[in-house]
């Protein structure tokens, strides 16, 4: 699962001025990775968490498929750092190891909570526009442009040529699994270089100057808006403080 799927563009942050919720969310980050406090990353993930639950609106059995492989990946990540080889190559574990892994594990968890919320609240549109007004290099905007518009287009490609093969019963034995691989991998891989090469005679008939002009409706913020931002950041500070 990809966070474009539980995009909703009715989030109870929609009025809220993308630059107030890049500081909210730098905050936020910026304190996760100063403190060393196990329980505050623990407090900060569940925080962001229920926070992405009532702004985005989703289901909870979706955010947590969300959260399932960077929690996954983590998991790995906090064993091999818990691990310890000595000189005769036995392996063994140390309470500071642990320790070690624990505050990686709550920090990087912490902080992945953040980013989904920023990144659920915002379209690419809006995060084009924040770098535009950071005076963000403009090949650097488009080079995060297309990124993603390549990201989305080879997850539908994808998901396309899975469809046909399936279809066609190219998975129905075990057999045909490795040979069907080997013909997605290498259908996805001429259709992306065609669509590359089609966006870029699109780009240069265009005389594309590393400018994109997006519409952006106006925005009617209110104090219901701002309300997040607001009473959140200060709780933040505090529990930094005390916790």
Not at 17 to 28: E, G
Not at 35 to 61: A, D, E, G, Q
Not at 181 to 204: E, P, Y
Request: proline residues 2%; aromatic residues 12%.
């Amino acid at each position: 699962m990809i966070i474009t799927e539980i995009y909703n563009h009715n989030h109870k942050m929609e009025n809220t001025p993308i630059a107030l919720k890049a500081l909210f969310a730098a905050l936020a980050i910026i304190l996760a990775f100063a403190s060393k406090s196990v329980i505050y990353h623990c407090c900060l993930f569940m925080l962001f968490f229920v926070l992405n639950k009532i702004i985005t609106r989703v289901k909870i059995i979706v955010l947590i498929k969300l959260y399932a492989l960077p929690l996954l990946f983590l998991l790995f990540s906090t064993v091999t750092i818990a691990i310890n080889i000595d000189s005769n190559f036995k392996f063994y574990v140390s309470q500071q190891s642990i320790q070690m892994g624990v505050e990686v594990f709550c920090k990087s968890m912490a902080i992945i909570s953040i980013v989904y919320l920023w990144m659920a609240t915002n379209t690419i549109s809006e995060i084009t526009l924040l770098m535009q007004k950071m005076r963000v290099p403009g090949f650097i905007t488009e080079l995060f442009v297309l990124t993603y518009k390549f990201i989305i287009a080879l997850i539908s490609i994808t998901q396309i040529l899975i469809i046909a093969q399936r279809c066609r019963l190219a998975y129905s034995l075990t057999k045909r699994n490795n040979r069907a691989a080997s013909f997605l991998f290498a259908g996805v891989f001429v259709k992306s270089m065609d669509m590359v090469n089609q966006t870029t005679i699109a780009m240069n008939s265009r005389l594309c100057n590393n400018s994109f002009v997006f519409m952006q409706k106006p925005k009617n913020s209110n104090g219901k808006s701002l309300l997040v931002p607001i009473i959140v950041s200060p709780l933040l500070v505090i529990l930094f403080f005390v916790i």
